[in-house]
C-alpha cells in the first residue's frame, strides 16, 4: 500500500510530519471501504439493541470499531443522501436533487469535485460497484442505452464502476459497467420512457398474468423477471439481470476490485453501494426464510453475509489492517414501498424504527438517523460514540486523512471523531426529506412549518409535516413524543434563528 506515513499521537489523530520519537505508532495509508445500505433503520442490525433479527458481521464492524448512535444522512430519500455524502453539499443547496427516476441524466457536474475524484487525486485507485441512483448521462442529450453513456461515475473519478441505473425497482434493469450496458446485444436494443407505455413491452396494464410479484402502490408500469416496476421498458433480454443473484454479482465485482490491484503500492476506494433491503425484496432463494420475517428480514440477513465475506476477503489477503471501512444507510426505514411482501404482517418484535418516530420520506428522526460505523482495525474502538456526525463529513474527514487540501461547503473534518479519538462532533446539522427541512443543534431538533401531508397512509410513515413549529429535546425524548415549542419559547426563538441563518 502507499508509504504515505501518518502518525497516532495518544488521543489524537493528526496529519503533521512528526519526529519519530513522539509518534506511538506508525501506519500505512489505509484503503477505504465504504459499504452503504438502501433502506437499513437505525434498529435493523442487532448491535443496536433494537432488532430480533442476529447480523453477526455488520456486528463485528460496530462492535470492534466506533458505533455512532448520533450518526446522520443528509436526506430521508437516497438520490439526495448520495448527492451529500459524494460532494460534501447538503443536497438541498442544489436545484433537482430529489429521487430520480431510471432515465433522468447525472445530477453531479462532471467538473464538481467529489469523493472519489479527491481520492484518486491522493493517488488512490477508486471504484464504485451497486446501485448509483444519481443519474446517467449529459443533461443536454437524451439518454441512448445502446451506446457508451455521455456521463457517468467515470466521469466523477470512479476509476472503475459497475452498476445499476438507479433502483430495482426503476427501469431499465440493467447492469452498467464503466458506463457501457453489460451484454447488450445491438440486434435487441434497450428502449426505457417513464411518460407513455413502449408499445410491445410487457406491463401491469396488458399483461397482469406475468407478475409473480404484486404491487402495493406506485409499481405499476413495466413487468421484468415477473415483476412489477416504475417506467417502461422493452427489449435489452440478454442484458437483462436475475434479481436474485443481484446480491452474489455485486459482491463478486467488489471482491474482484479488491484483488485486482496491479500496483500493490496503491491503495484503493470503494463505494460498496449494496441494495438491500430496497423494494423488491429479492434474496437469494439460499436466505428465504431464514430470517421469519420474510423477504425484508432475508435481505438483511443476505447483506450481512455478504459483508462477512468482504471482511473474510481482507484477512485472507493481509489488508484488514490497512482498510478503513465506514458502514451506513442512505436513509431510515420503510416497510411497505410499493410491494406485498409481508413486511408489515411479519415484522414481530423487530424494531427497524429503534426507539426512534418517522422512517423514509420523514422529518422526524427515523428517516435520517441510521446506523453509521466505522473499523478501522488496531486504530478504532471498541467505543459507542454519542457525537454528532454527518455522512456529510466524510468528505472532509477523508480529505484530512489522506492529506488533501480539497473542501466542501458543508462537511466538517471530523477525523479525529470517526477514529474514537475525540467526542466533539458537529454542533448542528440540517436535514431534510422531500424538500422539507429540519435542524439539530447539540440536544434540539426543530421542524419548522411546512406544507404537505403529515402522514403517508400507504407506506405507514408520519412525514413531520405540520403548520405549527416543533421543537424537541432529543436527547430526553428520542422518539419525539413532546412538542416543546409553546413551552420553550427562548429556545425555540433561538433554534429559529440559527436555522434561518444556515438556511
Known amino acids: 500500500m502507499k508509504k504515505t506515513t501518518i502518525f497516532l499521537l495518544g488521543t489524537s489523530f493528526g496529519l503533521t510530519m512528526l519526529d519519530g520519537a513522539k509518534a506511538q505508532k506508525q501506519i500505512e495509508t489505509p484503503n477505504i471501504l465504504l459499504i452503504y445500505l438502501d433502506d437499513l433503520g437505525y434498529g435493523d442490525m442487532s448491535a443496536y439493541g433494537f432488532s430480533s433479527l442476529e447480523t453477526p458481521n455488520m456486528d463485528k464492524i460496530a462492535n470492534e470499531g466506533v458505533r455512532f448512535v448520533n450518526g446522520y444522512a443528509t436526506s430521508a430519500t437516497s438520490t439526495p443522501s448520495r448527492y451529500g455524502l459524494l460532494t460534501g453539499i447538503y443536497p438541498w443547496r442544489q436545484s433537482g436533487v430529489k429521487i430520480l427516476r431510471g432515465n433522468d441524466s447525472m445530477l453531479i457536474d462532471k467538473e464538481q469535485m467529489t469523493l472519489a475524484r479527491m481520492l484518486k ?12 441512483h444519481l443519474g446517467l448521462g449529459d443533461d443536454n442529450s437524451d439518454l441512448d442505452w445502446n451506446a457508451k453513456l455521455t456521463a457517468s461515475p467515470n466521469d466523477l473519478g470512479f476509476d472503475y464502476s459497475y452498476i445499476m441505473a438507479a433502483t430495482q425497482d426503476r427501469v431499465p434493469t440493467i447492469y452498467i459497467r464503466n458506463g457501457e450496458v453489460v451484454n447488450l446485444n445491438s440486434e435487441n436494443p434497450i428502449y426505457v420512457d417513464y411518460e407513455k407505455k413502449i408499445d410491445g413491452c410487457v406491463n401491469v396494464e396488458d399483461h397482469p398474468e406475468k407478475m409473480i410479484m404484486h404491487w402495493s402502490h406506485g409499481h405499476n ?63 437469494h432463494p439460499r436466505f428465504e426464510g431464514l430470517s421469519g420475517m420474510g423477504p425484508r428480514g432475508d435481505a438483511i440477513l443476505e447483506a450481512d453475509w455478504c459483508i462477512g465475506d468482504i471482511l473474510k476477503l481482507l484477512k485472507e489477503e493481509g489488508v484488514l489492517e490497512n482498510t478503513l471501512i465506514i458502514f451506513s ?139 405549527e413549529y416543533q421543537l424537541y429535546n432529543i436527547i430526553k425524548d428520542p422518539g419525539q413524543k413532546l412538542n416543546l415549542a409553546k413551552s420553550k419559547t427562548k429556545v425555540l426563538k433561538k433554534m429559529i434563528n440559527e436555522y434561518e441563518s444556515l438556511k
Open 121 to 132: 487525486q491522493q493517488g488512490y485507485r477508486t471504484g464504485i460497484v451497486g446501485k448509483w
Open 221 to 283: 408500469n413495466s413487468i421484468v423477471n415477473g415483476i412489477p416496476r416504475i417506467g417502461y421498458m422493452k427489449g435489452g433480454d440478454e442484458a437483462i439481470w436475475d434479481d436474485y443473484d443481484l446480491a452474489d454479482n455485486f459482491l463478486k465485482e467488489a471482491e474482484n476490485f479488491i484483488l485486482n490491484n496491479d500496483n500493490q503500492d496503491t491503495p484503493f476506494f470503494l463505494f460498496y453501494a449494496m441494495h438491500q433491503p430496497h423494494v423488491p425484496r429479492t434474496p
Open 329 to 467: 444507510s442512505d436513509n431510515g426505514p420503510v416497510l411497505d414501498d410499493g410491494y406485498h411482501d409481508n413486511a408489515v404482517e411479519m415484522l414481530g418484535d423487530h424494531k427497524p424504527f429503534g426507539d426512534l418516530r418517522g422512517g423514509k420520506y420523514s422529518l422526524y428522526e427515523a428517516g435520517t438517523r441510521v446506523p453509521l460505523l466505522t473499523y478501522w482495525k488496531g486504530i478504532t474502538g471498541p467505543k459507542v460514540s454519542e457525537a454528532l456526525v454527518s455522512q456529510v463529513d466524510i468528505f472532509a474527514s477523508l480529505a484530512c486523512l489522506t492529506g488533501s487540501s480539497e473542501k466542501a461547503i458543508d462537511s466538517q473534518n471530523m477525523l479525529d471523531v470517526f477514529l474514537g479519538r475525540s467526542d466533539n462532533g458537529r454542533k448542528n446539522l440540517m436535514i431534510e426529506s422531500q424538500f422539507n427541512k429540519a435542524y439539530r443543534s447539540e440536544g434540539w431538533v426543530l421542524i419548522p412549518p411546512h406544507k404537505g401531508r403529515n402522514f403517508l397512509k400507504k407506506k405507514g410513515i408520519e412525514t413531520g409535516i405540520s403548520n
